[in-house]
């Protein structure tokens, strides 16, 4: 799909779409309780991923509005052997359910895009190895089988935090306590601090200790433990049914935010829908997007990277800054600093990228004399767009936009911006 965007200031008031990082882990919370409700859900691709994989796995979901399911389940021993889940393009559908798959003992296999089954899953393999599981990557598919029980475990902390999250969820089912320890740098901390708020929202009792997670075996629900009933084991293997709402994203609400800031006095627009309170690390957006407006040119990106393009997009407005914390970016949908220094140039924006930072220079913002491309990565496509509406410009492959925020051209234009859609 190609878009052109007409240079036009946002107005009025816009929500923030829901939280896709939250969906993920309350959908499988959920899956694994016996019938819980998630409402606020937004149909990504991304979620759309998270929940046929979930339903290949034995779990039963039921649509009962627009943005709210029926779901519940699933357990281990349920999951069908030689199962095949299609991860499409979400890393976090394929990092968070493979622990769970190897925890069932059975044969599962996951498919997804060339670039996803590109991305590193080495903890995994490794864990499966040391533990006599199997772990085959060939091609476009890769195959567990066994390979994770309860005990303790040791996670390097600057890779991804998904690899936690993956193994949180799936040691909740062991049959006993287990522990994950993080080694320093722990990068993107906020995020394992979702997961464990989603978990005890769900009766699981995880505990925190400095850089070390304690997780509880065969997850007792609060609901039995509030009647006091006897504690069988179809108690014990099932997560507490709840009725849980998503809450708004910080992650996609710092385009809006950004819109916001690029409309300035003349034609104010107003992003709502944020959590006050939440742990998701992105919401240091509006801090890093006001702050960079008022002439800071430092920033660390280490623990919100998914922040990146919307921040090397708005530097090149504002004349440059200087990022640090970038090296997972090469790992993502796109390598994201590769990615925005190819488009930034046709602003007339430098782009520098080094091992784990990254330079922004821009002396005047231009118009960009060819069609921008997305490269297939949500983000990219966002962040171009917001430039877009300084210049104006076209970006080929703007349907990426799909993976996270599927209505945010047609939130943007009812907000008066313009856009046209090839």
């Given at each position: ?9 946002a107005?009025?008031t ?21 019938r ?11 979620i759309?991923?998270t929940?046929?994989?979930l339903?290949?796995?034995g ?21 069908p ?9 979400s890393?976090s ?9 190897m ?14 089954m590109e991305?590193?899953?080495g ?28 005990g ?26 287990s522990?994950?320890r ?10 394992t ?37 006897e ?12 009725a ?13 935010e ?25 919401r240091?957006?509006?801090e ?12 660390d ?19 440059g ?5 970038t090296?997972?970016l ?5 390598d ?13 924006a430098e782009v ?19 069609i ?16 877009c509406?300084?210049?104006g410009?076209?970006i080929e492959g703007?349907?990426a ?22």
């Open positions: 799909m190609l878009v052109r965007i007409f240079p036009s200031k107005h009025g816009v929500s923030a779409p829901p939280s896709k990082s939250v969906a993920h882990r309350a959908l499988i919370c959920g899956a694994l309780s016996q819980s409700t998630i409402s606020g859900l937004a149909w990504s691709e991304d759309s991923a929940c046929d994989c339903r290949a796995m779990a039963q979901i039921e649509r009962i509005s627009e943005d709210t399911v029926a779901i519940g389940g699933l357990t281990p021993a349920g999951i052997d030689g199962a095949v889940l299609p991860c499409r393009e890393g559908t394929l990092r968070f359910l493979i622990p769970i798959a925890i069932s003992g059975k044969t599962v296999h996951f498919t997804g895009s060339p670039r996803l991305r590193p899953l903890i995994y393999e490794e864990i499966s190895n040391i533990q006599g599981g199997l772990f085959v990557r060939d091609g476009q598919q890769i195959t567990v089988r066994g390979g994770l029980c309860a303790d475990y040791e996670v390097v902390g600057n890779i991804s935090s998904q690899f936690i999250t993956g193994l949180m969820l799936a040691l909740s089912l062991a049959d006993g306590e522990r994950i993080v080694t320093e740098p722990f990068e993107s901390r906020s995020y601090d979702i997961t464990a708020s989603v978990l005890r929202e769900f009766g699981v009792s995880v505990r925190c200790e400095g850089n070390e997670f304690v997780i509880p075996g065969a997850a007792v629900s609060e609901d039995a433990k509030d009647t006091s009933e504690v069988t084991e179809t108690v014990r293997s099932r997560f507490a049914d709840l849980y709402t998503v809450e708004g994203d910080c992650s996609n609400a710092a385009f809006l950004a819109l916001a800031l690029l409309a300035e006095e003349t034609s104010p627009l107003t992003v709502t829908g944020v959590p006050a309170d939440t742990c998701q690390g992105d240091v957006y509006y890093m997007l006001h702050e960079m407006a008022d002439g800071r040119k430092e920033f990106v280490s623990d919100c990277p998914d922040l990146a393009p919307c921040l090397f997009a708005m530097a090149a407005y504002y004349g800054a200087h990022f640090t914390g090296a997972r090469a790992i993502k949908e796109s994201r600093g590769a990615a925005m220094a190819e488009e930034l140039a046709n602003f007339g520098t990228v080094g091992a784990n930072e990254v330079t922004v220079a821009c002396e005047a913002l231009h118009g960009p004399t060819r921008l491309g997305g490269h297939n990565d949500h983000r990219i496509v966002m962040a171009l767009a917001l430039l509406t300084v210049t410009g076209a703007a349907e936009v799909a993976k996270s925020y599927p209505d945010f051209f047609r939130v943007i234009a009812g907000a008066g911006i313009m856009v046209e859609t090839e």
